[in-house]
Structures are given as C-alpha cells and as structure tokens.
C-alpha cells in the first residue's frame, strides 16, 4: 500500500517500457516512444518548468519594485548578527539531519526550521513582517539540507530529494550505479563531487554578492517576455533528446499534469521519486526472488534487511495512523 498517491503514480510511470526479463510492452499502447520507458528529463522539464509557466499566466507583480536591492542594503547590523547567528546554527543543524533522511528534501528542512523559529524566538510579532530569523533559519536548513541529501543518494543510491533524483537519473544514463560501492569503483567521480562542493561555494560568494545588482534587474523583465523564451528552451532541449515530436508532446503533457498537481497542493517531487526508484525497486526484488527461486522469506532471513523492513512497516503504520487521527479531528 501506498501512502503518497503521487508517489504511487511516479512508480507505475517507472513501469512503462520494455520489460528486462521477458521483453513484453507495458502500458506503452503501441507508442514507438515508449518502448524504452519515461525519459527523467521529460518528466522533470513537465512538472517543474511547463507547469510553472501555465500556473503563472495571468499573474501580475510589481517588477519595478525589485530594482531597489544594492549591495550596502545587503550589509548586516550589529543587531542582525546577533540575532541571525543563533537561528543560523539552529536551521544548519536542522537541516544537516533532515537532509540526510532519503525524500524529504530541503523544502521540508525549510518550513521545519520555520515552525522552529516561530516557537523559540523573542519576537514573535515580527514574524511574517520580515522577522530575520524567519529568513535566516530557513535558508541554512535549505542549503545544509541540499549538502546532506548527497549521503543516501550516494551510499545508498536512494535520492534524498528531487535534484538528487535527477543526479541518480544522469549516473544511470552513463552506466555508473550509486550506492555502496561508488567510492571504490569510482573514485574520481566521488572526490571530484566533493570539491565541487568547495568550489560551488566559492563560485556563489563570487558571482552572487558583487552581482546582485545585475540579478535583480534581470527579474525586471517582463513575464510576457520570458515564458515564451522558457518554452521555447523547454522544448528545443525535449526534441533534442532523441531528436522525436512526440517527446515535446510528452512534455507538454505532463505540465498539464503537473499543473493539476499545483492546483491541488500535491508536490510533485515524490512523483518524481517515485519514477527513479520505482524501476530500481522492481529490478532488485525480482532479482532477489530468482536468486531465492520464489522463496519470500529472503527478505528477512538476514537480520540487517529483516531490520529495515520492520522499520519500514512502522513507519507506514505511523503515517496511515496520523493521516486517519487528522480525518476524525477534522470530522
């Protein structure tokens, strides 16, 4: 049983295409596209970029407002280092932990970090007025939780959020396999992404504070103007991919259904778990199963699988337990 009925469609997504084993066509309905199953970009460019366009249609915005940030207006007080270094190592460590936990990514560190805020400051009718900690706090749990998220994704090859899933779709495409065994087979790729960390980090100290003035004035330009440019890229890059039509009709359709997903608050990040994991998921427990020749008990014949399983189904009865706790307060 699934609990996220996103999740669940990114899994019977994953299940389009070829099967391995014994080469039958699933759910592909005789569409020549879909005999080597979904592309991660294709979904990733629908749900996150055509669905931003179509949801932001019609919105209007103040943009000449934005054209008032300088550098000296980004130089903190006295009164704000004091105030943000406390929230700073709250958020950091918040967000260390949650982005270490596979799917939660640093959207949810953020509004943790928030709640967290919200609940120990002194000034809790700043709140939501500009209040520093409110920005501070959230912003460490998001970029802490976007470092952390490499640890299952690497160790474990399960992303710990979306992006992650995109970086295990683009090691799959080149034949390298995340999980316990990259740092010995693949040294210079693991190495390589650590120092990139460094020097990402730079980079954005660089290019951000001395810039701002020119990224800001980017965002000026009027929304009329840019979306059709973002669509424009969105669907070069689709046909790019395999050089088809019908991979931009795909994309276009799931920006259809990710903007259905926006309008009924549903994130579309497990969806896209979902579909990275759902194939990996399938591969293994059938593998599992022919090396067992069909004997279930496998699973929880060694202690250490036997463990995560036990945990995996307390969890679960935890989040159904929850779910139906807030359905009868609610009712």
């Not at 918040?94 to 928030?114: N, Q």
């Not at 990402?200 to 001395?210: S, Y």
Request: aromatic residues 10%.
């Amino acid at each position: 049983m699934c609990v996220r009925q996103d999740a669940c469609l990114g899994v019977l997504l994953g299940s389009i295409g070829t099967d391995v084993n014994t080469g039958t066509q699933r759910l592909t309905f005789g569409v020549i596209e879909l005999f080597d199953g979904l592309s991660l970009p294709v979904v990733a460019m629908g749900l996150f970029r055509v669905s931003e366009v179509i949801s932001s249609v019609g919105r209007v915005e103040d943009a000449g407002s934005r054209n008032k940030v300088s550098f000296r207006s980004m130089i903190p007080t006295r009164d704000d280092i004091r105030r943000s270094l406390p929230a700073w190592l709250r958020g950091s460590l918040l967000g260390s932990f949650l982005g270490a936990v596979p799917g939660v990514g640093g959207a949810i560190a953020a509004f943790a970090a928030y709640a967290v805020e919200r609940n120990v400051t002194r000034y809790p009718e700043q709140f939501g007025k500009g209040a520093i900690e409110g920005v501070v706090s959230p912003e460490a749990a998001n970029n802490a939780a976007g470092q952390t998220s490499f640890i299952p994704t690497m160790s474990l090859g399960i992303p710990g959020s979306a992006v992650m899933a995109l970086m295990v779709g683009a090691l799959m495409i080149h034949g390298i396999a995340p999980g316990p065994r990259l740092v010995s087979e693949h040294p210079d790729l693991f190495w390589g992404l650590i120092m990139s960390f460094w020097v990402g980090n730079l980079m954005l100290l660089i290019l951000n504070i001395p810039l701002i003035g020119v990224w800001v004035r980017l965002l000026t330009i009027p929304y009329q103007v840019m979306y059709p440019a973002i669509l424009m890229f969105v669907c070069v890059g689709a046909f790019a991919l395999n050089n088809s039509a019908a991979t931009v009709y795909f994309v276009l359709l799931f920006g259809l259904l990710g903007y259905g997903m926006r309008s009924l608050d549903l994130p579309a990040a497990p969806l896209l778990l979902g579909l990275v994991l759902g194939p990996m998921l399938e591969e293994n427990l059938r593998r599992a199963l022919v090396i067992s020749q069909g004997d279930f008990t496998t699973f929880v014949q060694r202690p250490l699988s036997a463990a995560f399983l036990i945990a995996t189904v307390f969890v679960l009865a935890w989040v159904i337990w929850g779910a139906a706790r807030e359905r009868e307060l609610a009712a």
